[in-house]
C-alpha cells in the first residue's frame, strides 16, 4: 500500500510530492508551456519595478516549482531571472524566489496571463484570455499551473481538502468555470484578502489529480481513500455477533481493495468480461456476502470466489511492478 507523507521530521507532505511530481511532467507544446507559466504568473505572480522597468517575482514553497517558472520563462520569453532561497526560522522552513527582469518581455508575460491588460492606455488587472485556453489538453495545464502556483493538498489519511488561493473573486470564480467544464463541481468562499476555490469530496479530488496528470498522486490518493472506506465498513462489521459476518466484510474490503488497485492503475477496462462482471458487481454491493453476491449475478459461490482469487492476483501484480510506493 502507498503511504503519504507527512510534514513531520524530514519527510515531504503529500502536497509537495504532488507538486513535484507535476513539475516533471513533460509538456509537448508551447501552448502548454504558456498555459502553465501564466496560470503560475496569475496565481503566484506580483510585478515588480526596477532600473530595468517591470519585472515578476515568484514567492513558493516549493524549489521545483521554482525552478519550472525560471525555466519556462527564460524559454518563452527570453527574461533574465534570478533565484534565491529564503530560510524562515520560526516556521523551520524555506521558500524559493524567482525574480524575472526584462521590461517589455515581463510586461508580455503580464498581458499573456491576463494578470495585465491594456486599457485606453493604462494597465489593469484581466480576466484569464480566451486565447489562451484552447483545447482541452491546453486547460489542464493551466490548470496544473493554478494548483502549482497557488494550490494545497491535505494528506488523505486525515482528511480529503483541496484548495487554490486566489486574490480576486473574478479569478476564483473563472477558475471555478474552468473546473465545472471538466464536471468538476468546485465551490469557492472568501477568506480574510483573498478568495479561495475548494473541493472536500475524495471522489473529486481525485479526479482533479488525474486531470492535471498527477498519476502516482493519484493512485496513492485511491489507495487511501478506499482503505478509509473499507476501514469504516470493516468497524462496523465488528460490531456483528455472527463471527462468520466478519469474516465476509472482511473478504468484501479486501476484494474492494484489489479492484481499487486495479481501478487505479487503469486495468479494469483489460479485464476479461467475468472477471469485470465480478469486480462491477462487488463496487456496486460492497457489503453483499459472496453468497448474496452469487445469487445476484447468477453463477455459483465456489465460480465466483475463483474470479476474486484472480482479481486477488491482479492487484498483487500491479502493487509488485509499482514497487508499492508514491
Known sequence: MCKSASK???SVSFSSQTKEELTKLKLRTAAEKRAVLCALTYSAGSITLGKG?????????NQHVGGLIAGLASELYAVEYSVSIREHARLRGHSTAVNLAGGEACKALLQ???YLRQSEGELSLGHIPEALLQGEAVKRCYLRGAFLGAGSLSDPAKG????LVCRNERFAVELCGLLEGFDLGAKHMARKNSFV?????GESISDFL?????MNSTM?????RVLRSV?????????FEDANMNKAAAAAARQLVDIACIQANAALHKLGPRLREAAEARLNNPEASLLELSELMGVSKSGLNHRFEKLAAIACALRLAKGDTL
Do not use: P, W
Open 160 to 163: 480529503y481538502h483541496l484548495e
Open 231 to 239: 476501514s469504516g465498513s470493516v468497524n462496523r462489521a465488528r460490531n
Open 220 to 224: 496513492a490518493f485511491e489507495d487511501v
Open 53 to 61: 522597468g517591470v519585472g515578476v517575482q515568484y514567492i513558493t514553497e
Open 8 to 10: 513531520e521530521g524530514n
Open 112 to 114: 499573456d496571463a491576463g
Open 210 to 214: 488525474r486531470l492535471v496528470g498527477a
Open 197 to 201: 476555490v475548494y473541493m472536500k469530496e
